[in-house]
């Protein structure tokens, strides 16, 4: 399920934003890379694959990702062992390729869904989540936004504003 958090005029960048909401990611948690099936971009595999990677190591070929008769990419592989993703470290619970993560776990809990010159920001309700609401958590404020997506949000600003 999923719940508006913020929505940003990609024109002006004000942000109205439900204040009660808060989400701080809960460092050494790994549990969304646990349970998510992770779809891969083009451009999330080309930045793994520069840091040395093979795609066979990586890269899902029988999951496929699709928006209703669109496919959108092959799935982030996980562990036999574990089922857990294959960058995520068993002891340490951390990312090994964190500077370098596909955009769906960067955006993980949020779903950004463009709307004209708008960009409508969901939350994910996922109930293993630490991190929704946590009390230690951020209002989603542009601050936050452009700390945390600022590129996300300028790459959907200039396919909208030209």
């Known amino acids: 399920m999923k719940k508006w958090v913020a929505t940003i005029d990609l024109e002006t960048l004000e942000v109205e934003s439900d204040p009660s909401f808060k989400f701080k990611c809960v460092e050494g948690c790994g ?3 646990e ?3 992770i779809p891969l971009r083009d451009e999330d595999i080309v930045a793994i694959e520069e840091l040395g990677y ?3 190591e990586f890269v899902d070929y029988e999951k496929l990702f699709y928006r209703g008769d669109k496919f959108l990419g092959y799935a982030l592989k996980k562990r036999s062992f574990d ?3 294959v960058f995520l470290d068993p002891e340490t619970k951390r990312c090994r390729i964190y500077g370098h993560r ?3 776990c960067r955006l993980y809990p949020f779903i950004f ?3 004209g010159k708008k960009m409508e920001i969901y939350v994910k309700e996922d109930s293993f989540c630490p991190g929704l609401n946590h009390p230690e958590g951020q209002p989603i ?3 936050f936004l452009l700390q945390e997506y600022g590129d996300v949000i300028q790459s959907y600003r ?3 504003l030209g």
């Open 141 to 143: 404020t542009k601050e």
């Open 54 to 56: 093979n795609v066979w």
């Open 113 to 115: 869904v463009k709307h």
């Open 102 to 104: 596909p955009l769906a």
């Open 31 to 33: 549990i969304c890379c």
């Open 35 to 37: 349970r998510l099936e």
């Open 158 to 160: 200039q396919k909208v």
């Open 83 to 85: 089922d857990a993703c």
